[in-house]
């Protein structure tokens, strides 16, 4: 059953979130035609890629979109169309001299990513970059693993920034339709002036089911990336939020235009999306970058043995 969208609005994040499966490495001509795509489907946000600093992380082997440079930015989008762009920063892994005024950029939105020890420096970039113009929001990641009182003062924190956003990111994929339930309403609780968004990974087969029900929970940024394309499983897919909001601003038949000419044939290049390996580390609330180095390996299809290093007695970390 499709609902209103309240508001809603959709933020695609398969240049950046996909990139972690293929370094990055999108063809301008893949990224121009993607956006275009986005815009006549009505996608309010397209996530360009990460705005961290070349000076600060390895850039070998790495596609731009790694960072975002301005002017590939212009020269691949020479007309921005009804979509507005963001880009994401990693703590410690931006220049803030890197960035221009938002009225000289591209870039409208930038999200700041951050885990919950780290929250004070989140609010001093954001402070910085809303001096600059830009919308802005903080990315709480591994969200699973957060321990209640820490959240709660991290809440309280932004709640009296200048942030825009606050994002419930399930990194981990482990997240079950009452997990989410209950952190929006903590988030609405101890953040009451601010915006709240959904970042869903797909371990589970969960990341549509959460954020359908992140939004009827009054959760208005809903990310996606087309054909779930994202780190490990994967993310919450950008033509199924279509198909689901019930507002005539959104298409989705040129999605998946692209979807059939572009990302079909990437799928037979690299790989993503459900498999059980993923399955394992969500279930276990474990970081996949166990279960994306199994599956680069010659024993990729183990998943017992898999299973087995996480749970059994022998293989588990004893206390010293």
Known sequence: MMVKSNGASMLDCTIRDGGLVNNWDFSVEFVREL???LSKAGVDYMEIGYKNSPKLLPSEGVGPWRFCDEKLLKETIPEKNFTKLSAIVDIGRVDEDDILPCEESHIDLIRVACYLKDV???????????????????????????????LIEALEKLNESNVDIIYVVDSFGSLYNRDIKYLVEKFKMHAPKKKLGIHAHNNLQLA???????????????????????????????ELVLGYLDDPQYDIAPVLDVLEKLFIPLREE??????IPYTITGLLNEHPRTAMALRK?????????????????ETMPTEK
């Open 35 to 37: 956006y275009a795509s």
């Open 120 to 150: 004070n420096k989140a609010i001093a970039l954001v402070e910085k970059f809303h001096s600059m113009g830009y919308e802005t929001s903080v990315n709480i990641m591994a969200v699973s693993n957060a321990l209640e009182p820490d």
């Open 208 to 238: 549509f089911s959460n954020t359908v029900l992140a939004a009827e929970n009054g959760v208005q940024f809903l990310d996606s990336s087309v054909y779930g394309m994202g780190r490990a499983a994967g993310n919450c897919p950008t």
């Open 270 to 275: 690299v790989e993503w999306g459900y498999l």
């Open 297 to 313: 390996s010659e024993n990729k299809d183990e998943y017992r043995k898999f299973y087995d290093q996480f749970t059994s007695v």
